[in-house]
């Protein structure tokens, strides 16, 4: 008798042992599964994913939950309400959604001080009598020393970093961080209600790829840390619009004719652009002005990545700020320089009045992706109270304001002759030499593979010498 096949299905024997595999096929079931109310919002919304480009979303709900003490007007919470809106419409369907990892302190060290880094690292509220006078990193009520602070500070950073690698790996064509944005801090202080320049950090890294790159700031206070980090190179042109009063204003930084070295034989002369402004500005004003300033920057430093930060506390009714800008206004600057097609990095700021913060940065996303949202906040939204009472995308914010147009149509034409005028002293785009681009973005991975293969050459090291032996 011949012996039986032990791999056959229809043997008796084998029954129940050996059998076809009738499990769903890969694309057969979604990896990622939406509630119903969700998937309603994509569908009534028409939420896709762009075509011909990809827009990523960094973000880390580990950065939600600190807080900077009950009276201070940074409210780390904005992110949650933007998050719950951004994901109650469903957009982050259509989105490459990363959850970032902290930055290393080696990371940081890249532009920030090793001794100021360690003193982040270190600092509790409860041990901060220990390190005697912190006056040299400018620590008191604007950037105080709450519970997980240099967790929040790597976090935030961390994500930016990220953000900036995918556009160098053309891994994403736009790249949205909302939590960082923090243009004040400094090499070696705090400023500002910022402690870590996430966005000099992801500057560096996008000059690894970039040979120039343009930086916008559409925050109502000066962009005055950015444009200290980078104030003597021409790889990066910094422009920024703010509330401008030396004596009244924080953070008293940025006139017109503040524009980089006075030496003209310094690379970064003429590289430091400033819009100043004055309380009030409305819509089409700053809409208008925007456009007149950013063009011929483009036209003639002709960048090849953009970083916009997007800080909402130029909206009107801002508990700090001092401009009359609603929602679609302050978005139609971020549309005009998506319409650029460059690789660009979209970071959030200032903002301290959470609600319309959320509002701001949602109807941004929006933008990136090319949404059209509908003005009636998803009921299933988890803070909708927040909202209330109209519960709207689009509540009339410059109505609310109580702050007095004071910049009339000749003081913005002086701005924009300004600008013009010291992009014609700057005279062109620089031509940057390329061939010494490190030759990993990674960062740290390169020397963790390096680690690993030192322990496997040292393990076989081991082994030839025990069998010599």
């Not at 933007?82 to 940081?108: C, F, V």
Request: net charge negative.
């Amino acid at each position: 008798m011949p012996p039986v096949p032990l791999f056959t299905n229809n043997s008796s024997r084998n029954k129940g042992i050996v059998q076809d595999y009738n499990n769903p096929q890969p694309g057969e079931t979604p990896t990622l599964t939406l509630d119903a109310p969700t998937l309603a919002s994509i569908l009534t919304q028409g939420v896709a994913r762009p075509k011909g480009y990809t827009v990523s979303w960094h973000v880390n709900p580990a950065i939600e939950g600190h807080h900077f003490g009950p009276k201070h007007p940074m409210k780390p919470w904005r992110l949650t309400l933007t998050k719950q809106l951004i994901m109650a419409y469903g957009m982050h369907w259509a989105m490459d959604t990363y959850q970032s990892r902290a930055a290393t302190k080696e990371e940081m060290a890249n532009f920030h001080e090793a001794d100021y880094l360690d003193f982040l690292q270190r600092v509790t509220p409860q041990t901060l009598e220990q390190f005697g006078s912190v006056e040299r990193f400018n620590i008191g009520d604007d950037c105080p020393i709450f519970a997980g602070l240099n967790n929040y500070c790597s976090l935030y950073a961390g994500a930016s970093i990220d953000a900036a690698r995918k556009l160098c790996s053309g891994q994403s064509d736009i790249a949205i961080n909302w939590s960082g944005g923090l243009h004040h801090a400094k090499k070696g202080e705090a400023s500002g209600f910022c402690y870590i320049n996430d966005i000099v950090l992801a500057i560096q890294q996008l000059l690894l790829y970039h040979p120039r790159v343009l930086y916008i700031d559409i925050d109502v206070h000066h962009g005055d840390g950015v444009e200290q980090a980078f104030w003597s190179t021409d790889r990066v042109l910094t422009l920024s619009l703010h509330k401008y009063d030396p004596e009244h204003f924080f953070p008293g930084t940025g006139p017109l004719s503040s524009c980089g070295p006075s030496n003209p034989l310094n690379p970064g002369s003429h590289h430091s652009l400033n819009v100043p402004l004055r309380d009030g500005i409305g819509d089409v004003q700053y809409v208008n002005l925007f456009k007149a300033v950013v063009t011929p920057c483009v036209n003639s430093y002709r960048p090849t990545a953009i970083v916009l930060q997007c800080g909402a506390d130029s909206l009107g009714s801002d508990r700090i700020g001092c401009f009359n800008l609603n929602i679609r206004a302050h978005g139609e600057c971020l549309a005009f320089v998506k319409s650029l097609r460059l690789p660009l990095l979209v970071l959030g700021g200032g903002g301290y009045t959470p609600r319309n913060v959320a509002r701001l940065w949602t109807h941004e996303t929006a933008l990136c992706l090319g949404v059209e949202l509908h003005p009636s906040l998803p009921a299933h939204t988890p803070s909708l109270g927040a909202f209330d009472p109209d519960r709207t995308l689009y509540p009339p914010l410059a109505e609310n304001s109580k702050h007095v147009n004071q910049n009339d149509e000749m003081y913005l034409d002086e701005q924009v002759r300004g600008v013009m005028e010291h992009l014609r002293w700057m005279g062109g785009a620089p031509g940057v030499q390329m061939q010494n681009v490190p030759r990993d973005v990674q960062g740290i991975r390169d020397d963790a593979e390096k680690e690993v293969q030192q322990m496997i050459d040292a393990g076989r090291g081991l082994q030839l010498r025990d069998r010599d032996d």
